[in-house]
């Protein structure tokens, strides 16, 4: 199966006001979310929106830092068939030339979890949920 985008990410420093500017947008974002380190929604269509506070990055990526403008707090989400698919389009993806950021790895979210970087240096996860033990 080809990949499929899943998810549009973005980054964000106050998730509260975050939050509050993309429901004035008309997103259905749940109404307890405010405090939360991670926080999704759905999209018509079948996509999915997360917000992730910079907090939550750095736990995940330590590399990170906070960019001067606006790149680098939004990737796309590639949602793959399995853990292998995700090894193998991270292979294809880095043999190709395209920097990888975050080599596969087994996230504690239960998601076999990778990030290559785009021709302008934007994030792209690659993803697919971890067999159930």
């Not at 076999?112 to 996860?125: H, N, Q």
């Amino acid at each position: 199966m080809t990949p499929r985008l899943d998810m549009i990410g973005l980054v964000v420093s106050d998730m509260a006001a975050s939050l509050a500017f993309y429901r004035r947008l008309g997103l259905d974002v749940p109404a307890d979310a405010a405090d939360q380190p991670h926080v999704e929604a759905d999209l018509p269509g079948g996509l999915r929106i997360a917000w992730d506070t910079e907090d939550t990055i750095r736990s995940i990526d330590p590399s990170w830092t906070r960019p001067d403008g606006h790149s680098s707090r939004r990737e796309l989400a590639f949602l793959c068939d399995s853990p292998a698919e995700v090894d193998a389009l991270y292979a294809e993806l880095t043999a190709a030339g395209h920097p990888g950021h975050l080599k596969p790895w087994d996230a504690f979210w239960g998601q076999r979890y990778a990030v290559v970087l785009d021709p302008d240096g934007c994030g792209v996860s690659l993803f697919a949920a971890l067999a159930a033990a």
